[in-house]
C-alpha cells in the first residue's frame, strides 16, 4: 500500500530506532518497501538496509530535497511515506494512516498529511526547542513530522525540489493548508 522513505546521513542508530517502529506497519501489511536513501558512501546504511530487509537508494548530492526525490523516484507504491531517520511513530499510526488513505481515495480529492509532532522526553531542550514550536505553531509543520501523500499528488505538485534548501518547507508550503491533515497520532524524534 505504501512506500516508507527515510533519507539518512550513514548514522545507524537513528535508522535502526525508525525502522524498529515501523516492523508492526509491515506484519500489518500497510507498509510495500522501506527506502533507506544515503549519499555518505560509508556502507553503514547499506548494511542496516541488507540486515532489516529494506531497499539501499545510494544518490548524489549532498541536500536533503536530493535524498527525498532519489528516494520519491525509486519508489514504488502508489503512495508515499517520508520520514527522518530517528523518527518513531504512536502506535496507533497504522490504523490512522489506513483510514486517512481510504477517505482520501474515497472522496476523490488530493491530501497529504503530517503527523503530530512530540518532543522526546529524553531530549535536552533548549533555545532552538523553544523556537521550533513557535515556528510550528506560526508556519505550520515542519519537515520532521513526517509526510503522507499520495503519488501521483506528490508528481502533480513537483515533488521535493533536489536543489532547494529545505526542500521538506517548500513542498509543504506548496501543499497548502487547506490539503493537508494533522494527524492525531504522534511523531517523536530520537538521537
Known amino acids: 500500500m505504501l512506500s516508507v522513505i527515510i ?7 537513528t535508522a535502526v530506532a525508525t525502522l524498529a517502529a515501523l516492523v508492526p506497519g509491515a506484519a500489518a501489511g500497510i507498509i510495500k518497501e522501506v527506502l533507506l536513501v544515503d549519499g555518505t558512501r560509508n556502507g553503514v546504511i547499506e548494511r542496516v538496509a541488507d540486515v532489516a530487509g529494506c531497499r539501499f537508494i545510494g544518490y ?17 507504491s502508489p503512495w508515499l511515506m517520508f520520514l527522518p531517520a530517528g523518527a ?15 477517505a482520501v481515495a474515497a472522496s476523490g480529492r488530493d491530501r497529504a498529511a503530517v503527523f503530530r509532532y512530540a518532543r522526546s522526553p529524553y531530549a535536552d531542550t533548549g533555545f532552538r526547542d523553544f523556537v521550533r514550536s513557535v515556528a510550528r505553531k506560526l508556519v505550520g509543520p515542519l519537515g520532521d513530522q513526517g509526510l503522507l501523500i499520495a503519488r501521483d499528488h506528490y508528481d ?9 534548501r529545505r526542500s521538506e518547507a517548500r513542498l509543504l508550503r506548496r501543499l497548502g493548508r487547506s490539503s493537508r491533515t494533522l494527524l492525531r497520532s504522534r511523531i517523536v524524534m530520537v538521537g
Open 7 to 13: 533519507p539518512t546521513e550513514g548514522v545507524e542508530q
Open 156 to 164: 502533480r505538485i513537483g515533488g521535493h525540489p533536489p536543489q532547494a
Open 88 to 102: 518513531v511513530l504512536d502506535t496507533g499510526w497504522i490504523e490512522e494512516t489506513t483510514q486517512f488513505i481510504q
Open 60 to 76: 548524489e548530492g549532498t541536500s536533503q530535497g536530493a535524498a527525498l526525490a532519489a528516494g520519491a523516484l525509486q519508489a514504488r
